[in-house]
């Protein structure tokens, strides 16, 4: 069946540090593979998605690389920020079955 | 542009009542998606419906769940005879169309039973 692993957290950073967050994915077929951030006290929101091999999905400075040979799509930001301090969840999805998430990843940026 | 609305979003429970949770997808949006969210856990999948309709329930607990979405009125969940193990954030989804790159999910800011 489909499935997502991500690197565990939590990740510490100091601000303006870069930023990459694992994950790894098995799915049949060709999935669609997004990245979602959960703010504290909130709902998923979409940050980025990528629906073939080799598509960069980017929003608000965080990018991920859709890599079929390595059935992977790593987010990364170059300088992030304390605002970005938040959950960050990828997840697939195929054919008609439902999206798919990873466990999460907890962001922590200080000053 | 209201987005998917949950209620309530705070519901405590004491073990064996019954609680509901109530979403209202995104306008003009018929899909509409359940998941349960553990602590330290991601999202899992429980349902997934269309108007009147249930589409997917793979991720359902066989017993005291239940899952509708009339034609007129909000997606509920029903939980019968709660358990400490139901204490969970119950989040909804709705999309425009069958969920995938062309139609994301939009969430809700979900529902934190607490079972006493």
């Known amino acids: 069946g489909n499935s997502v692993t991500q690197m565990e957290g939590p990740v510490t950073l100091s601000e303006e540090a870069f930023l990459t967050i694992n994950c790894t994915y098995t799915?049949?077929?060709?999935?669609?593979l997004f990245w979602y951030v959960q703010y504290p006290g909130e709902g998923l929101q979409l940050l980025l998605k990528?629906?073939?091999?080799?598509d960069k999905g980017s929003n608000k400075g965080f990018e991920a690389t859709y890599r079929k040979e390595t059935t992977s799509f790593h987010l990364e930001k170059g300088s992030v920020q304390v605002s970005d301090s938040a959950v960050y969840f990828c997840?697939?999805?195929?054919?008609?079955?439902?999206?798919?998430f990873g466990k999460g990843t907890r962001l922590s940026v200080i000053a | 542009n209201a987005g998917v609305m949950q209620n309530p979003r705070h519901l405590v429970r004491r073990r064996g009542q019954e609680a509901r949770l109530r979403c209202s997808p995104m306008?003009?949006?018929?899909?509409v998606y359940w998941y349960r969210q553990l602590p330290e856990e991601g999202l899992k999948f429980m349902v997934y419906?269309?108007?009147?309709?249930?589409?997917?329930e793979s991720g359902m607990p066989k017993e005291r769940f239940s899952a509708e979405f009339p034609k007129e009125g909000p997606s509920i969940l029903r939980i019968q005879q709660v358990v400490r193990g139901d204490s969970a954030a119950y989040f909804c989804?709705?999309?425009?169309?069958?969920?995938?790159?062309?139609?994301?999910?939009?969430f809700g800011n979900g529902t934190r039973l607490t079972v006493t």
């Open positions: 989804a709705s999309s425009a169309a069958a969920g995938g790159a062309n139609s994301p999910l939009h």
């Open positions: 799915a049949t077929g060709y999935p669609s």
């Open positions: 990528a629906t073939k091999a080799d």
């Open positions: 997840a697939l999805q195929s054919g008609n079955t439902p999206l798919v």
């Open positions: 306008k003009g949006h018929s899909h």
């Open positions: 419906l269309q108007k009147e309709n249930i589409i997917d």
